[in-house]
């Protein structure tokens, strides 16, 4: 069986989206399916091309079996509203014209950016086979949520084509509960088209490991309890929040440390140096082998949105990690996700953007201890292999 699949972001970038797309695409190959990715170059979140690589119209290499395509796209900075949309057309067009000489079975594309899954349904049309579409999150919902744009003519054109790329899709994958609820309550699609494949845990790169004594010396955090937030800081994450809580805290012993970059990070920097902040520390992303490091000296993961109701249908990818580190999770997000860290006990919730809950809620996790089940159980039930099987297996038959 031959898969096309399309996608923004793919290692060496090293954000969720490509994160998933790598493990199950390496999965599928080792289950002895001929899988083919087209992408761009790598340069999220900066915006600037990574070393070794050059903004070409097409280069081809091998990464772990899979088949990798790179196109040539308009490359910006993950902020800037206009931009961001060349960046995805670009890669739409570019996507789509490579796409046409690659033999397929069957393509998939993934969203967001929801760009990228019209070159999908194009190649559909073109090559006649069937495409899959990703659902990852909920576009152009997800932009409304983080203030990037408000409802006017160019969102209900985006609602749209949305509704017109579901409704086409031989089949749906979403991330989610949430996600296959709102496909079939609002967007009135059969539940029999649509596959729940959640975000899991590579146990082969995070699994419980003892402190990284040498790397809390050289950061000077040794003596601190150490609250985590390693991932993208973008739009949606509400960080300028935790770091006006974090000017309101009295324990000299809570610091936090912030690891990544994204559309936010300058102004983060900004918004710290303002505030006299000597209570966090931000440093900017690392390679995915070296993120494992980094965990195993926090104490607590924070995970953190703002405060909007589009976001209570998601799960961060931040939680699992986490919980196969056996890190206890102090999380900002109402939804699936509150219920999910809940259900298994592995961490408490804050309301979003509430600072005194968010306050209240440190304290209390500080002095609280989990048992090993929660954490076990949810490494089992999310493992990232055999949920990369399952969808194999969906989207074959």
Not at 146 to 175: D, H, W
Not at 274 to 299: E, G, P, R
Not at 311 to 339: N, Q
């Amino acid at each position: 069986m031959k898969i096309l699949f399309l996608t923004d972001n793919f290692p060496p970038e090293v954000n969720a989206p490509a994160t998933r797309t790598y493990e199950h695409c390496r999965q599928w190959v080792k289950e002895g399916t001929d899988v083919t990715v087209i992408t761009c170059f790598p340069n999220f979140p900066k915006g600037k091309v990574f070393g070794g690589y050059k903004n070409k119209l097409y280069q081809k290499e091998i990464v772990d079996g899979i088949k990798v395509v790179r196109v040539w796209t308009f490359i910006s900075e993950n902020k800037g509203f206009i931009k961001r949309i060349l960046d995805y057309v670009s890669f739409m067009i570019s996507s789509f014209i490579v796409g046409l000489f690659i033999r397929t079975d069957v393509i998939v594309a993934t969203s967001p950016q929801f760009f990228t899954v019209i070159s999908g349904r194009w190649l559909s049309f073109w090559k006649r086979k069937k495409w899959v579409m990703e659902v990852r999150d909920l576009w152009p919902e997800s932009i409304k949520a983080v203030g990037a744009m408000q409802t006017g003519p160019i969102i209900k054109f985006f609602e749209y084509l949305e509704k017109s790329m579901y409704r086409n899709a031989s089949k749906i994958v979403v991330v989610t509960d949430s996600f296959k609820d709102t496909l079939v309550s609002q967007h009135n699609i059969p539940e029999t088209k649509i596959e729940i494949i959640k975000n899991g845990i590579n146990n082969d790169l995070f699994y419980p490991s003892e402190k990284n004594i040498s790397l809390l010396e050289k950061l000077n955090l040794k003596d601190k309890f150490i609250i985590g937030y390693i991932g993208t800081h973008g739009m949606a994450h509400g960080l300028d929040f935790i770091l006006k809580s974090a000017k309101k805290l009295n324990n000299k012993r809570f610091h936090f440390l912030f690891l990544g970059d994204g559309a936010k990070k300058e102004e983060l920097l900004i918004l710290k140096e303002s505030l006299d902040l000597d209570n966090v520390t931000m440093l900017s992303s690392v390679k995915k082998n070296d993120v494992a490091s980094y965990i195993s000296i926090i104490d607590v993961g924070l995970v953190n949105l703002k405060k909007s109701d589009t976001f209570m249908h998601v799960l961060p990818s931040k939680i699992f990690e986490l919980s196969a580190m056996r890190k206890p999770i102090l999380l900002g997000v109402e939804g699936e996700a509150r219920k999910l860290i809940e259900d298994y006990n592995i961490g408490i919730a804050f309301l979003p953007e509430n600072e005194e809950d968010f306050i209240n809620n440190l304290y209390k996790i500080e002095a609280m201890s989990f048992s090993e089940t929660g954490f076990k159980r949810i490494v089992k039930d999310f493992n990232r292999n055999n949920l990369a099987s399952a969808m194999l297996s969906f989207i074959s038959k």
